[in-house]
């Protein structure tokens, strides 16, 4: 029989604000209907907050669907700007560069995935650019953007998409949320993190005030400090920094080229350097940079004037220094605490996937929710699922590493040489070899990311798949340049990124 | 592991890719192989060879237990109908019947027969699953039939049944259904179909590698080897028989009286015994039976016909392709068929050898991603047939001894963790997603102890309404639907 209602959460605590904590009040502030639960969350506005990455990923859109936040209101609030993808600049050679879209490219004909047709064109000696088959990509590359339209028939319905915001607008737009539905805010500093004499569990935090904040479920959002998990459970740290070796990074802002009247465009931009790489990321009130990089082969000083040599435009405030180290902890959740955001590990944000990794963080537990009993069974399978999703993501960036064909830099040369992981080693051999890709674990990124990824990276696989023998190659050909034609048309049609946001969500 | 054509089978290592494939065993999934083989890549020149001599009169042991029926899954029929195969040929040339989902008698303590269907059930509420709704209503005192909220089973019950037309906006655009087919008229429709796209028929050859020196690729689709570990098994082979302890099968199948014969029910029939388990799978104008137990405690009443039973061996292989040799059905892994999964499991492989065909000798890479995607699948039809037959409610000896025994840890996590909150742990390679397993674990009488945290916030008078809404719709819906007969009939005609 069940045992409905013994213990329902009575107080669920945060610790600490920021886009972490802020997105995990505003995805639990619907417990407090239920009339037991309390959520609560501590934070000082004397602690600053990282701001984890302003670019984000399309499933982002899910996470504001399930709050019902109104999508033009929440850009508007965030100074927000549409991504179709990032454009990577120097990452396999000096002077290449690739974009990684979001969304599928073209159609799979007869079942045969597209890319495989894309290899037996070329075979044929038909070398069609794949870029040409990604909605995305096509629009992004003229500077323009439209919503998808639920039409399979319309090339518009292969439009993917997310955005850039700034995180500290986005964290206090999700406060507001968040207030409104009965989460209550404590200011304050925590001081010391209570345990229980014989569970360990966490019983309450003091804040320097000496107030006591007791509950029964605390989520950790301290960012790097991670003054719960760590600190008072001593989670244990996996470090990656061997396969993901950048360890610091500098962020500055500066104004948006052009002025107000400037274009904005609708990517990403990671650009190589010597020794990391440098962001841009457009709002539309300035422009976000940054460096990340490797402190073994160079100085903060290097990585700053190399960041400040190469802005769009004049810097509006002063480089910010972070100092990480990749990797996650052990256990995100340890007794009666999850760990969200920074408290939780770090990956760097090539893919913008900071902020997705604490959406599903907040998706897992809200499906995995325990009670006071808190049965171990929970804990398991979300530290099981989280392990799992962290992985594949590392993976996915070590490849970004890994497959560079840049002589020019120490550092570079020793991430070419780098063993990696099993499971991407075996992802690269399938690809390199029939260019072959599978899925497993229903992971986040998908056959067009690997493909744009690897392709861009310069693995071109040796053959395809021999199902595209079947196919008729003169029949392809004109399929495929009838389908780049109508991606071409449709991306035409669509308005300059900078008008549509003047239309539809300007801050 | 080996490389292709370099590999423990002294096949000469040559470049270019395999276009030659040897197929030892003419029984049903080596024409399975055949057949898609042959639709899928049409430069390939295959040839079957049979087993023995006399392979055509011996039972057909490829997919494992000869059953004369054998059940493709909803996911099944696309990969028929992608290598160009008609659904409707199916049901005309092998007696087939539209397959809902399964009907399963004596397998929970209490609560009656219940109904596993395929596909969705219910339809959930903002962020939180179906079942956990359930879950929270029957813990504030309803009494909720998780079954009643399935397409699939309000088919069954009222025995009406379409498939759905792609253009229909309705509820009934969700049902998922499978089909029953005879299997030896399934294996000659394969055989025909594959000679017609240039398969050709090659001599009796007993042991598949003695065919590495004239093909690239030889798949071995002879069935079941004697034993899967020590005495004779192969080094790293599974021996499955503690936790599927049955050891014999009788099968059987029977002509439905009447002219016409009635129509067949679409789903089929699972009753657990005190020494085993009978199966039902009904076919147009015949009833198919499977009875499956212990030599060492057989039924009282089928004691005069043990002799025919036919033998059930369960265990897997430590590697299905082993250097040129992929072996596939039941030479891979056989299962108990309590599940229903011979034809899916055979059919699983040869999809997945066709997605990693070799484009040249060297197929080490696609060797290893094979095996670790077939360990993969056979975990998890694993952990539904365990759990099926080990976590239930039946009664009799057997059954306690099984619910006794230790499960491996990836089982028993899947039952403990649906057992303490209703989740469901999806690993890859499932036959089923969640709903699947909800209706599995409903079946056997196995209840989440504590409702969902989420689903409690939903008020009560929601739930009430969200389960009227699906009701209302699913029931218009399926009064619209023909009865099941008369649309086997005009396929038929």
């Known amino acids: 029989m069940s045992e409905p209602l013994r213990h329902p959460l009575r107080r669920i605590v945060i610790a600490g604000g920021g886009t972490a904590g802020w997105m995990a009040a505003a995805a639990l502030s619907r417990l407090c209907a239920n009339g037991t639960t309390r959520v609560t969350l501590v934070e000082s506005e004397e602690i600053g907050t990282v701001g984890v990455g302003e670019a984000t990923i399309p499933p982002i859109k899910t996470f504001n669907a399930m709050l019902g936040i109104d999508e033009d209101a929440f850009l508007a609030a965030t100074q927000g700007t549409f991504k179709l993808g990032i454009a990577f600049e120097g990452w396999h050679r000096e002077g290449e560069s690739y974009l990684h879209p979001f969304g599928a490219y073209g159609a799979d004909i007869e079942g045969v995935k597209f890319h495989q047709i894309w290899l037996k064109l070329r075979a044929m000696g038909i070398p069609v650019p794949l870029a040409d088959f990604n909605m995305a990509e096509v629009a992004a590359r003229m500077g323009r953007f439209d919503r998808p339209t639920g039409d399979p028939r319309s090339a518009l319905s292969q439009l993917d998409y997310a955005f850039h915001f700034d995180a500290g607008l986005y964290a206090a737009f999700l406060r507001r949320h968040a207030e409104a539905r009965g989460v209550e805010r404590l200011e304050g500093r925590i001081g010391q993190v209570l345990l229980h004499g014989e569970t360990g569990f966490i019983e309450a935090l003091r804040l320097e005030d000496g107030r006591l904040i007791d509950g029964d479920l605390f989520i950790d959002c301290t960012g790097f400090r991670a003054l719960l998990i760590e600190g008072a459970l001593g989670s244990g740290f996996e470090d990656w920094s061997h396969w993901l070796p950048c360890d610091r990074a500098v962020a500055v802002p500066c104004a948006r080229a052009g002025g107000a009247a400037g274009p904005i465009l609708p990517y990403t931009r990671s650009t190589a350097r010597a020794a990391g790489w440098q962001w841009r990321i457009p709002l539309q009130h300035r422009t976000g940079n940054g460096m990340v990089y490797c402190s073994r082969y160079w100085s903060d000083d290097e990585a700053s004037g190399t960041l400040l040599a190469n802005l769009d435009a004049e810097p509006t405030g002063e480089p910010r220094l972070l100092r990480f180290t990749t990797g996650m902890r052990k256990q995100p959740w340890v007794k009666n605490c999850v760990a969200l955001g920074l408290a939780s590990g770090f990956m760097e944000p090539l893919e913008s996937t900071s902020i997705h990794l604490v959406q599903i963080g907040i998706s897992k537990l809200l499906a995995l929710l325990p009670d006071r009993s808190f049965p171990a069974h929970e804990r398991a399978e979300y530290n099981r699922l989280t392990a799992i999703q962290w992985a594949q993501i590392r993976d996915f960036l070590i490849l970004h590493y890994k497959q560079n064909a840049r002589g020019d830099a120490a550092f570079w040369q020793e991430c070419a040489a780098m063993p990696v992981p099993e499971t991407l080693e075996r992802k690269i051999a399938l690809f390199a070899g029939t260019g072959r890709l599978f899925r497993y674990d229903d992971e986040l990124f998908t056959d067009a990311n690997w493909t744009a990824v690897m392709t861009g990276q310069g693995i071109i696989p040796q053959a395809h798949d021999p199902l595209a023998d079947a196919l008729d190659g003169a029949a392809l050909r004109d399929m495929t340049a009838r389908m780049a034609d109508a991606f071409r048309r449709t991306a035409r049609a669509m308005p300059f990124h900078a008008d549509f946001i003047a239309r539809h969500c300007a801050a | ?493």
């Open chain 2, 1 to 493: 592991m080996a490389a292709f054509g370099s590999g423990a089978f002294g096949a000469l290592p040559r470049s270019g890719p395999a276009e030659r494939v040897a197929i030892s065993g003419g029984g049903l999934c080596g024409w399975l192989a055949a057949c898609l083989l042959a639709r899928h890549l049409p430069h390939l020149r295959i040839v079957v060879h049979p087993a023995s001599a006399d392979e055509e009169t011996r039972p057909d042991r490829s997919l494992g237990v000869p059953l004369a029926a054998e059940v493709l899954l909803p996911g099944d029929l696309e990969h028929i109908a992608a290598a160009g195969l008609r659904g409707g040929d199916l049901i005309r040339h092998c007696r087939g019947s539209f397959m809902l989902g399964t009907a399963l008698t004596g397998w929970r303590a209490a609560g009656g027969p219940a109904f596993v269907p395929f596909g969705e059930i219910g339809a959930p509420l903002g962020p939180v699953p179906f079942h956990q709704i359930v879950a929270a209503a029957r813990a504030r005192g309803h009494d909720v039939n998780m079954a009643n909220y399935a397409l699939g089973a309000l088919c069954a019950q009222t025995g009406r049944f379409a498939p759905p037309r792609s253009d229909d906006a309705s509820v009934l655009s969700t049902l998922s259904f499978g089909l029953a087919v005879e299997s030896d008229a399934l294996r000659r429709l394969l055989r025909d179909d594959a000679l017609a796209h240039g398969v050709q028929h090659g001599e009796a050859v007993a042991d598949p590698a003695s065919l590495c020196a004239a093909a690239d690729l030889v798949i071995d689709a002879r069935g079941a080897p004697e034993a899967w570990s020590e005495n004779g098994g192969e080094q790293g082979g599974e021996d499955w028989s503690a936790l599927m302890p049955f050891d014999r099968a009788l099968v059987a199948k029977r002509a439905e009286p009447g002219t016409p014969p009635p129509p067949p029910p679409p789903y089929a029939h699972l009753s657990a015994l005190a020494e085993g388990w009978q199966g039902f799978v009904p076919l147009a104008g015949a009833m198919t039976e499977t009875l499956v137990f212990a030599a060492a405690a057989p039924p009282a009443e089928v004691t005069g016909a043990l002799p025919e039973a036919h033998r059930l061996a369960p265990g897997r292989s430590a590697a299905a392709w082993q250097g040129a040799i992929v072996r596939m059905g039941a030479a891979a892994q056989q299962h108990d068929p309590v599940a229903g999964l011979q034809l899916h499991l055979a059919l699983a492989d040869v999809v997945r050898l066709i997605a990693l065909f070799p484009a040249n000798a060297d197929c080490a890479v696609e060797a290893a991603e094979y095996n670790r995607q077939w360990r993969e699948r056979s975990d998890c039809a694993f952990d539904y047939t365990v759990l099926r037959l080990a976590r239930n409610g039946a009664k009799g000896a057997v059954w306690d001894r099984l619910r006794a025994a230790a499960l491996p840890h990836r089982t028993a996590y899947r039952h403990d963790l649906y057992a303490a909150n209703g989740r469901i742990a999806l690993h890859d390679g499932e036959v089923f997603e969640t709903p699947g397993w909800v209706m599995q674990f409903e079946a056997l009488g196995i209840r989440p102890r504590r409702p969902d945290a989420l689903a409690m916030t939903v008020p009560d008078m929601a739930i009430t309404a969200h389960f009227e809404a699906i009701r209302k719709a699913m029931l218009a819906g399926v009064a619209k639907l023909p009865p099941h007969g008369a649309v086997l009939a005009e396929v038929c005609a």
